[in-house]
């Protein structure tokens, strides 16, 4: 039999090894988070503010826009948001004033930007002291714009469409217009693209998810009623919305019409891309961003992977240098070497990094896909099982977990998935949640994740049993994609296969570390801020008891994208700031039990 996790294991993670120490780390960074706020030298940006733009039905939205000294003309650089252009930090005595988020989300590593810096936007002192102007627009309905907004639409995709050819078409403007920014300051980039306004040249999306129902509002079909609640009733303090994303998210179980409709067509972007996709938002922009990646129509579209902090990246001089090179070659035509197609980070640890490299693709086209079969004795194998087996949980109260020691240093890079045969009793569905983890020995390995939480997992995926039903033509190795149209409630007693999918990561275990699949029947986390996840949360299950089976006929198992050693490759591999690259490239052993 698996082994079946108490509560208290998944209620009260502080018992894991290392959660102390986390949680008085909180205290101090929410104390003292390391963000320092600057002022631009006087005279290096000048500003014109609030400036009025008609749109094609004559509504008024508002922009700020900086620019170098001088008359120009100079490339453009556009973001747009319904957060408040003008909603800015400061530095008044000697001490830097910035949002709350800085403080309420962990910061992994030191964030500075100047006074001119709106959230998650670009910083314009930097930008102009590298010869770009800087626009920083109001949606319709937020800030001074005039009019009521309507997120994640094609109406406010035409309304970005004509801020881009509004700012190539300035005097002090090239006519080369890009767009960079963070969150909704990167989702609002596809669907402008997409419509091809002539001014557009290239796109950064830097962390940006593509599919609000799968990314963030119902991931797996799970109600997740944290974050989204929060985003929700904050923009609707800062915007006229013409909708409520609350009302829509809990009336709208299903993806229909509704959800495809505020989901770009990732396919119409021809303009080249620079799309940052990071390991480190599993819950909210990760899936998104290595999705705009794979399906953007552009033949021009890079990668700019991390399993680092969200802000601290972005606004880092290693990120900013490869935005720039990106804008100086598709905006200004300066001969400046292509980006990797994928700059790849690959982490043995939340604060070590194994490896960056540079790759050709993603998935990367040398994984072996390798399955983990479930077994009795709580273990993973690399061989299937000969007899039958189960274990049952209770769906609010405990977890399944499973375990694999890997023989060999091993690379996992890439999505996995789970195939499950399951049954309930005592309820019609169950809603899954999968983690895999990292541990050594017994201490449990933490990574960077959402909302600034620095003991996430390695990979996490949800799936409500009941939608259980897979859209075969979008369903890929490693990758099942599920329709969400169609509820099929379960039968007591009936075992059905469900699979999960979970989300990209790019890991290295050496050997003798241990990977561990937990199931469970609710999230894996307290929304505790001080341990836990917050503000994640996702609905719980219906309250019963959940069977996992396997044997020779129910093959259940964990599909992990393994990465062969190659010759060469460790020669090519670009020195990791946080830790060593392998002088010796490892020949490919195959994974065996020990």
């Not at 977990?401 to 045969?421: V, Y």
Request: hydrophobic share 35%.
């Amino acid at each position: 039999m698996a082994r079946v996790l108490p509560a208290s294991g998944l209620e009260r993670p502080w018992r894991r090894p290392g959660a102390v120490g986390y949680a008085l780390a909180r205290v101090r960074g929410i104390a003292r988070p390391p963000v320092t706020v600057y002022e631009p030298a006087p005279g290096s940006v000048v500003s014109d503010l609030d400036v009025a733009v008609p749109m094609r039905d004559g509504t008024l939205l508002r922009v700020n826009a900086y620019r170098p000294p001088g008359d120009g003309p100079f490339p453009v650089i556009l973001s747009a948001h319904p957060y408040g252009k003008d909603r800015l930090p400061s530095r008044r005595g000697g001490r830097s004033r910035f949002s709350a988020q800085y403080r309420i989300m962990r910061q992994p590593a030191p964030v500075s930007f100047s006074t001119l810096t709106s959230w998650e936007a670009p910083d314009p002192a930097w930008w102009t002291a590298q010869g770009y102007a800087v626009v920083n627009a109001d949606l319709r309905g937020s800030g001074t714009s005039d009019g009521v907004g309507s997120l994640m639409s094609a109406a406010e995709a035409r309304d970005i469409a004509d801020l881009v050819e509004w700012a190539g078409h300035q005097r002090w403007s090239t006519g080369n217009v890009g767009m960079l920014g963070v969150s909704y300051l990167a989702m609002s980039q596809y669907r402008a693209a997409a419509l091809a306004p002539p001014a557009l040249k290239a796109i950064c999306p830097w962390e940006g998810m593509t599919d609000p129902y799968r990314d963030l509002m119902r991931p797996g079909g799970l109600y997740e009623r944290g974050f989204s609640r929060i985003w929700a009733a904050g923009t609707r303090r800062l915007s006229r919305l013409d909708t409520d994303l609350a009302k829509e998210q809990r009336d709208r179980p299903l993806r229909d019409e509704w959800w495809q409709a505020h989901t770009p067509e990732l396919e119409q972007i021809e303009v080249p891309m620079l799309v940052c996709a990071s390991f480190s938002d599993n819950n909210l922009h990760s899936r998104g961003s290595f999705r705009a990646f794979e399906q953007a129509g552009s033949p021009h579209r890079f990668a700019y992977t991390h399993r680092g902090g969200k802000w601290s990246v972005f606004y880092g001089e290693p990120a900013r240098r490869a935005q720039l090179a990106f804008f100086d070659r598709y905006l200004r035509g300066l001969d400046v070497p292509e980006p990797a197609r994928v700059r790849l980070e690959v982490r043995e640890s939340g604060d070590r990094v194994a490896e960056v490299r540079d790759e050709q693709e993603w998935p990367l086209a040398r994984t072996e896909w390798t399955p983990l079969y479930l077994s009795s004795g709580a273990r993973l194998g690399v061989d299937p099982v000969d007899r039958d087996g189960h274990v049952t949980f209770r769906t609010g109260r405990e977890a399944a977990a499973f375990t694999f020691k890997t023989p060999s240093e091993t690379e996992l890079t890439g999505p996995m998935a789970l195939r499950l045969w399951l049954s309930v009793d005592g309820a019609d569905d169950v809603d899954l949640v999968v983690g895999v983890e990292k541990w050594r020995g017994r201490r449990y390995v933490g990574f960077e994740g959402s909302y600034g939480f620095g003991r996430d997992r390695v990979a996490t995926g949800w799936q409500q049993a009941s939608l259980r039903r897979l859209d075969e033509s979008a369903s890929t190795t490693g990758e099942p994609v599920h329709t969400f149209l169609t509820r099929r409630p379960l039968v007591p007693g009936e075992v059905v296969a469900v699979d999960v999918a979970l989300g990209p990561s790019a890991t290295l275990f050496r050997a003798g570390e241990s990977l561990r699949l937990v199931v469970a029947g609710r999230w894996l986390w307290p929304a505790n801020p001080l341990t836990g996840q917050f503000p994640a949360r996702y609905r719980r299950s219906p309250s019963g008891r959940c069977t996992l089976h396997w044997g020779p006929d129910r093959p259940a198992h964990l599909l992990v994208p393994r990465i062969p050693r190659r010759p060469g490759w460790g020669s090519t591999a670009r020195r990791a700031q946080a830790g060593p690259v392998p002088a010796d490239p490892v020949p490919a052993v195959p994974m065996k039990e020990e």
